[in-house]
Structure formats: structure tokens, C-alpha cells
């Protein structure tokens, strides 16, 4: 009788591009219908990343799609850099906030990499606080201020506000 269950398990060599795909959808840069052949040619033996170029942090202007968004935007800062395992570069990443243009109390800090293409999402404030604005960004910690007065910040990696 053959052994149907280990047919049906992938291999150890089948997991590297499971992995990728599965990480790739988790932080929400998963690209659907990419047919690469150079991916195929590869097969398990995925090159290394070059190193993270490591830019720091700072306001920077926001891009014109994003003025084509339901937001009134408030600030844009790169926070740094997140892989594109399947460009096998770094994009930059950044964060966002300010409020949506159908909502004005309802404050905001979202992300976006590269050319807005893919993001960790928005993530809308507790309360009615106001438009928010970034004022500084250190690694996945966000400060800002609401045009409420309130003061706080947001991390990037577990979505936790905390007010000041």
C-alpha cells in the first residue's frame, strides 16, 4: 500500500518557497501571478540579500498618489528599509498620518514601501483625537501629536498606542 500522506507533505526543499510566499503574505508584499523563471532556475539555493542600506529616518514629502487617497494627510517620514525578497532589494518604508477626509476626528498612522504598492496597513487612533502628525520615528516607535493636544506614541510592530 502506498503511503499517501507522505505524498502529499512537501519536501524539506519544497519549503523554501513556501516559506517566502507565506512571509511575503504575513507582511502583506505577497505579488500574485509572478511567473519569474530565474525564480524556477533557482530552486532551493535562494541568494542572500545585500546588506540593509540602513537610511535613518526623516520627513519627507508625500508622494502624489498618495494626495489621491481618502486621507488628509498630515505627515510622511521613511523609517527605514523592508526586503523584496522577490526584487531581491530593499525597498524604503514609511509611515503616514493624518485623517480621513470623511472622518476629521478620527486620527491615523499607516505604512507603505516603495511605491506604495505594499504596506503593513492603517491603523485608526483609540479615540477621537484629532488629525494626527508624526513628530519622530525611532526604529518602530512613532511619536506624534494630535491636533487634539494629545501627545503619544504608536509602535509600528504590535499596533499599540500609548498616550502621554
Given at each position: 500500500m502506498t503511503n499517501t500522506l507522505a505524498a502529499t507533505n512537501p519536501s524539506g526543499r519544497a519549503w523554501v518557497p513556501i516559506d517566502r510566499i507565506l512571509d511575503d503574505y504575513y507582511h502583506g508584499t505577497l505579488v500574485?501571478?509572478?511567473h519569474r523563471p530565474d525564480f524556477i532556475a533557482q530552486g532551493p539555493a535562494v541568494p542572500a540579500l545585500p546588506p540593509d542600506p540602513g537610511l535613518k529616518a526623516g520627513r519627507v514629502s508625500p508622494p502624489a498618489?498618495?494626495?489621491r487617497q481618502p486621507y488628509t494627510i498630515a505627515t510622511v517620514w521613511r523609517v527605514g528599509d523592508?526586503?523584496?525578497?522577490?526584487r531581491h532589494v530593499w525597498d524604503p518604508a514609511y509611515a503616514f498620518?493624518?485623517?480621513?477626509?470623511n472622518n476629521p476626528p478620527q486620527g491615523f498612522i499607516g505604512t507603505f514601501a516603495g511605491n506604495g504598492a505594499s504596506g503593513r496597513g492603517v491603523w485608526k487612533t483609540p479615540g477621537?483625537?484629532?488629525?494626527?502628525?508624526?513628530?519622530?520615528?525611532?526604529?518602530?516607535?512613532?511619536?506624534?501629536?494630535?491636533?487634539?493636544?494629545?501627545?503619544?506614541t504608536f509602535n509600528l510592530d504590535t499596533h499599540a498606542w500609548k498616550r502621554q
Amino acid at each position: 500500500m502506498t503511503n499517501t500522506l507522505a505524498a502529499t507533505n512537501p519536501s524539506g526543499r519544497a519549503w523554501v518557497p513556501i516559506d517566502r510566499i507565506l512571509d511575503d503574505y504575513y507582511h502583506g508584499t505577497l505579488v500574485l501571478h509572478d511567473h519569474r523563471p530565474d525564480f524556477i532556475a533557482q530552486g532551493p539555493a535562494v541568494p542572500a540579500l545585500p546588506p540593509d542600506p540602513g537610511l535613518k529616518a526623516g520627513r519627507v514629502s508625500p508622494p502624489a498618489w498618495l494626495s489621491r487617497q481618502p486621507y488628509t494627510i498630515a505627515t510622511v517620514w521613511r523609517v527605514g528599509d523592508q526586503p523584496d525578497l522577490w526584487r531581491h532589494v530593499w525597498d524604503p518604508a514609511y509611515a503616514f498620518s493624518g485623517s480621513p477626509k470623511n472622518n476629521p476626528p478620527q486620527g491615523f498612522i499607516g505604512t507603505f514601501a516603495g511605491n506604495g504598492a505594499s504596506g503593513r496597513g492603517v491603523w485608526k487612533t483609540p479615540g477621537l483625537w484629532g488629525s494626527v502628525s508624526i513628530t519622530n520615528v525611532r526604529g518602530d516607535i512613532v511619536s506624534f501629536t494630535a491636533s487634539s493636544g494629545l501627545k503619544g506614541t504608536f509602535n509600528l510592530d504590535t499596533h499599540a498606542w500609548k498616550r502621554q
